[in-house]
């Protein structure tokens, strides 16, 4: 199973970007996929998670009401889109894919991850 991850670019504070993520999976229905995120010298960090179905989602405390994850149930490709952004939102983002069922917020999750794209926002 591979990943790539795209749409990343440079934003000014309060603007939107969309981040895909191509899983290319056999069904891309058995995986739940996940969206990290990760700045020079940190810990990579969860920021959202929807589950396999794409019934269920979940975000980290920090991006919640302003980002929104989906999927398309017909094709293989999974979505973060990103509103009202901050300059702490700049990071290097990951996704990240498992076969299995519910929601997956840590690392230890996911046994598949793409090659991530930069997001930074600046004035």
């Known amino acids: 199973v591979q990943l790539q991850a795209s749409g990343g670019g440079w934003v000014q504070p309060g603007g939107s970007l969309r981040l895909s993520c191509v899983v290319s999976a056999r069904t891309f229905s058995d995986y739940r996929v996940g969206w990290f995120r990760q700045t020079p010298g940190k810990e990579r960090e969860f920021v959202a998670a929807?589950?396999?179905?794409?019934?269920?989602?979940t975000y980290a405390r920090s991006v919640q009401a302003r980002f929104t994850v989906s999927r398309d149930t017909t094709g293989n490709t999974a979505y973060l889109q990103m509103n009202n952004l901050k300059p702490e939102d700049t990071a290097v983002y990951y996704c990240?894919?498992?076969?299995?069922?519910?929601?997956?917020?840590?690392?230890?999750?996911?046994?598949?991850w793409g090659q991530g794209t930069l997001v930074t926002v600046s004035s």
């Open positions: 990240a894919s498992r076969a299995a069922d519910g929601l997956g917020l840590d690392l230890d999750e996911y046994d598949y």
């Open positions: 929807i589950s396999r179905s794409g019934m269920s989602e």
